[in-house]
């Protein structure tokens, strides 16, 4: 074999055709270095969807990258001699092939970079770690923004990523005279539910690379939560693309307007099912802006629409990096409100009769998958009023969801569904009662508990710990302003009532930890 020049590792997560890791390659003397390792599954409990999109991604990427002539060296996950560790595949690696150089992507997350540095410095082989350009904003631009901003806001970083690249702008102002459509973007649905003519969304069936893979993990991951009867992710950046454009013509119209809404077996309704594609790099996140600013344009979608839609992409998505790479590694630790309670049995079984939390953990074990408001005021909500300690929770999040890779899902979780990290992302804890459910969703209708009531037999455990919770952090919370209106109301409980809601909460947590709720 003539000697390598440059190797060239590509992580499962950087499945971009146009990487930066793949620019000047030359086929001769250079060589792609892929790996599948069962550890990566296994560090969490992943669901067999996550695993299966993983490895189904990364085939379909090398045989496209094989197609293009580009030589590939890939590992499978049930080749002889894997030893399921990443770290030491690409040891083994470096001691088959002595590259001159390893040439790198910036790693998407913080354990795998540690990994990677301390490889090839142990290797002795020099590292060309370049930056990673599918997102707009690059680790260190975020890092100067967040270092001239004495509040990590993201509605501020958002207005600058619009003036930066443009979108939706017309001479320096932001399109509608407004930079943020939020208060449209909270609809719910009639007595009737969604309209009957909602789609769902694109499906891309499994070919022969993605029906070995979902053998393989169905064998080797038994015990894993999940099933892979209804797998239909896009694998492909040309799969994706269509499920791109499906969305656009059919869904994006109507994903301002119930973006926060939530109906009873409809895990999905007007969202785009695109978080997983574009964390795995095959689909830019470029093109999705782009495609939403023009049906805007063509009059296809309203402007709350497109507007809503393109914040949660140049906005939440960008913001999130920003804050997973300037608070690592530190932010894992954060417990603002020294939560310390286990995660119930139910996040893994949907088996309760609180009916939102039944569907809500349903739609994730059925699809790997649940929409923001039902992570965030479903599940997250009810993990927060609970107690439960953040890591746990976030072993949780990074386990279950087809779309989880660390830097996306822990500020989300540890950040703005938990408020572990004690306000550094959200003015306010996301703290709501059974009635905010209620109001946005059908759940409560099939449920056997009252949303309006908190104690009794009745009382809806998501209205008794909501107190429970404003009770517990009074002190802490009465310092935010933002949390004033809650606290008013707290203050109306008499003392009579306040003992009858920490006993009843006390209860619910004993009971929940026998698994009886
Ligand atoms: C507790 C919690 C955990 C989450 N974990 C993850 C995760 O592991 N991986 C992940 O990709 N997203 C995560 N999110 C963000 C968001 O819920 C998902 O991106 C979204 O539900 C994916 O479905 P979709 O593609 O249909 O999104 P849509 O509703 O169609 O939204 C469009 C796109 O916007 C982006 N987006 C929307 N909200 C966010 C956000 N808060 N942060 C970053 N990007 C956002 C996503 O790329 C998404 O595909 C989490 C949110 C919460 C509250
Ligand atoms: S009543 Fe409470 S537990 Fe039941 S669905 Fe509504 S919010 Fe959930």
Redesign the pocket.
Known sequence: MPPIRNLVVIFGDQLDLESNALQAFDPARDLIWMAEASGESTHVLSHKVRIAYFLSSMRHYAEELRARKYSVEYTKLNAENNSGDLGRELQTALRKFTPERVVAVEPGEYRIEQMLLATTKHAGAPLDLRPDTHFYCSRDVFAQWAKTHKQLRMEFFYREMRKKSGVLMEKGEPVGGRWNFDVENRGTFAKTGPAKTLKPPHSSPPDKITREVIELVNATFPSHPGSLDHFDLPVTTAQAEAALKD?VHHHLPD?GAY?DAMWTDQP?LY??????A??LKLLNPRRVVMAVEDAYKRGHAPLAAAEG?IR??LG??EY?RGIYWTQMPKYIDSNALHASEKLPDLYWTAKTDMECLRQTVGHTLDYG????IE??MV??LYSLLFGVDPVEIHKW??AI?W???EW??MP??IG??QFADGGLMSTKPYAASGKYIDRMSNFCRNCRYKPAESIGEDACPFTTLYWDFLLKHEKLLSKNPRMLMQLKNLARLDAGKRKAIKHQAQLHREQTARGNY
Do not use: P, T
């Open positions: 969305f994903f973006q999905f969202h785009s099912r695109l978080s997983g574009m964390n839609f949660q992409i939440w998505r999130i998958y649940a929409h923001h992570r965030l599940l997250g999040y990074l969801y779309d989880a890779v996306v899902e989300n979780v703005m569904s």
